[in-house]
């Protein structure tokens, strides 16, 4: 019977041995079809598409596609750095031959070269940021969402110099025009304007609820998108005259269950995208909203929305369930699907390197 | 799928020879079963030998079941699912009484230090219905043993451990016993812990990797348990009152630098219940006051969240004994749920009410069970989830019983999943779970060696299943959207060996567990057919020990497999493999027992995460003086 137990034994440590014979040491959680060789980066034509991850799962990532040779490469940012990007990359902006990807939960923006995707910087000590605008050539400003502030980043040597103070615990998308700063106030449902030399608060326009991005066009009027919150209101796309401060144009959504999101303008400054559950497409004469959709989703869901600069495609991204990789579709300017490639999770921006 | 065909080698080779064990289920009448769940149905018992050497609920579960431990780290939120189910169809019972949380209809494992109960039973699949609605994975039972009142031994018992080890932790925990005269019984249990969980950690999150310390960890915990019997003739009177309070910082992950994030837990729970027996009846009737307060602060965000919940669950189960071959099943739950949190717009009540009828007998070889539970919760009657087991004795094999079991059972939505705001979605259905198994048990003993293996293979569906997603204006919120298949095999294995003064025993348990999406709203999606996220494929522990006259040297070894973290199943936690070893020597005097005891954990310091970007320790050390009067 000894004999059976030292058979039994063995047997186990075998046993053991086998689930303890591991290929490479891996640690923390490991992405399947991401870039394991370092990637050069074409000389035009490159898309970076910021995919959020998941909240806690630190799974946020860069994909690099090529629309000329329609190539793609995931998770290029951790590929070329050797630590991952970090928790719920909300957002990107291109500016100086530099990304700044604004990485909303690991409180940081990664400032990142354009030409081999490694980080030159890493601007560290925000409370929970959102989007990045530069207001020129040597400051930039941070939106935050639980903060009652704008963050002012000092751009000579990548740090937080200062802050404007907002009143509003969720301030979202920004743009400037004519040193003024013009700021989504999601939680107060306002436009912020920031005088952008002295960083001092100019007005508060009252808007729709929950303006959740902003476009300018070519006769320099603001669009912003408001989403009416969860069945709070009926939706809003807003035609702000920034020059007079004065709303021109409010169009109203039919049903309180819409809830547009990424207005988009295309090169021209004349053609206007949004998701509300479809893509539609809007001109800035237009003086009602679309009543017909210009890319219908077919079940899938649109999560985020960008136009090529160059060629006027329009990119879509599906973002499925939520949990697993988006897909991303192109569609030319006559509305046909040209392309569909796979992303990373939660794609939530497009950023057309020039 | 290896050790899949060793276990069965050894098995079918054992089953050739030997001498017979009976494994009868024999029936008793007039004997109370406190958990009543027919041997038919898989269940995995735990003695309070194996609730001694751990510190909580979730580490007695990780290291002698095949059940799923989520853990957030040392100390931290822990959760638990059967067969591929989630964190929310696990049922936990603290002597009959359902504790789940009206609210997320979660349990944190974590709060539950072994001192508070004795025995944990764990039921799996169509047997969870027996404990009542929403086990669609299964449940764990938790259970306070009574003395023997006939017992004429010692009338006072005190037993107290001391316990310190690594990241600043120390416990004490203490149980006095009183067994007075006319039958009275008197109990009381304390307890206070406190860590840092400082542990260190490489962090493969930044640049360089560097050593970091976890900050914002710390926890303390501290509760009592009072109890009061009283025997009479035919009848047990008692009445249990059992306080908690934890109070921890929750640490962020590694790619989080800054967190200021707390949790205060309080529980008051009254149970008061008797049990006894009057010509062809036994009875048992409780009446449970669980009342649970949750504090959560984040200082950085300004956030200060409090949730409280009370629940009325009352009891009352009838057996009637037919004939000596026949029990008649009868037992009545009225529950009331109501809760108000920060979340809700007002205070939220319901009445979940069921009612179990059935039958249990046994036909020559042949044990069965079959019962029906129906539940009214709200607006939602549901009449119909039936539950069937069977076992059967191999007639020219008695050391071999077949065993089969089906059912239905019925996960209502949470008050969380229903009212919060803004998401909450009050048209959701409930979640529909329908089980079934079929293994075989074999227990058999060959001279001074005994072994015994339990094999089920397990197959269910669960449709509705309520998921949370992104909708309108960015809010989450939950639909019916899942359909899932879960299937698997689990195995278990013990050997218990005797020579002379040496005991050994090996202990081996594997599970195989296929959970996959099988219906979603777009068949183009990725996750169709995909395993589910946060369910390994493979689990395997095993624990051998060897005892020699008061020394104790045990050997543990834990093996969870990848586990996918997207659902298209491109992310995945890899696998990890952590070793436990300790050393234990009893020293006896005339009537005093000291147990002096030292267990290494994460024996071979492997760097694992449980969850993505959570921290576990590495190797940490634990020293334990029990003293027994």
Redesign the interface.
Known sequence: ??K??TH??V??AL??F???S?KKE????????CEENAITPSIQNDVIIVNEG?F????ATLTLYNSTEKSVHHGIFQQA????L??VAQSAYYFNGKIAVVVN????IELIDKTNFT?IATI?GF??PRYFCPVNSSTAYVSNI??NKIDIVNLTNNTISGSITTNSNWTEEMLVYNDTAYVCDMSNNKLILINTTNHQIIDNISLGI?PNSLVIDKNNNIWIMC??????ANAQLIKFNPNIRAIEQTLVFSDI?H?P?DLIIDNSKENMYFINTHVFKMNINDTSLPTSSWVSNN??VFYSLGVHPTTQEIYVADA??????STISVYKNNQQLSHQFQSG?NSGQFLFLP | MKLISVIFTLFFVQTTFGQLLNDTIKFEPFVIEEFAVSATYKTTNLDAVATKSVENLAQLLQENSTVFIKSYGSGSLASVSFRGTGAGHTRVLWNGVSLNSPMNGQIDFSLYPTPFFDKVELHYGASGLIDGNGALGGSVNLQNSLPNFNDSAKSVKLNYNYSIGSFNKQIHSGKVAYLGTKKWFYETRILHSEAENDLVYYNFAKKENPEEKLQNAALKQYGFQQAIYKKFKNQTVGVRFWYFNSDRNLPSTMLVDKNDETQQDESFRLLVNTTGFKNKFSYKISAALIHDNLIYTNKLIDVNSKNNSLLMDNHVDVNYFINDKITFLNKVNVRHEQAIADGYNNEHKRFNNSWLTGFSGNFKRLNWTVFNRMTVVDDFFKPIAPSISLGYQLPKLESVTLKAAAGINHNYPTFNDLYWTSGGNPNLKPEEAKMSEAGLKYQKAFGKTTITTENTFFFAHVSNWILWQPSAGNIWSPTNLKKVENKGFESTLTIKYKLNKVDLSIRGNYAYTISKNINLPKNTDDALYKQLIYVPQHQFNSNIKLTYKNTALSYGYYYTGLRYISTDNNWYLPANYISNISLSQAIKLKTTTFNLRFQVNNLFNQTYQSIAWRPMPLRNYMLTLALNL
């Open positions: 019977m000894s059976f137990i039994i034994v047997g186990l046993l053991m086998t689930f303890s591991c891996e640690f923390g959680p490991q992405c399947k079809n998941n806690g799962f630190g799974n750095n050797n630590y991952p970090g928790d939960n690991s409180n940081k980080s560290t409370d929970s639980f903060s929950q989403d009416g919150g969860f069945n709070e269950n809830s999101s079940g899938e499925k369930d939520f949990v697993q990789n999770i």
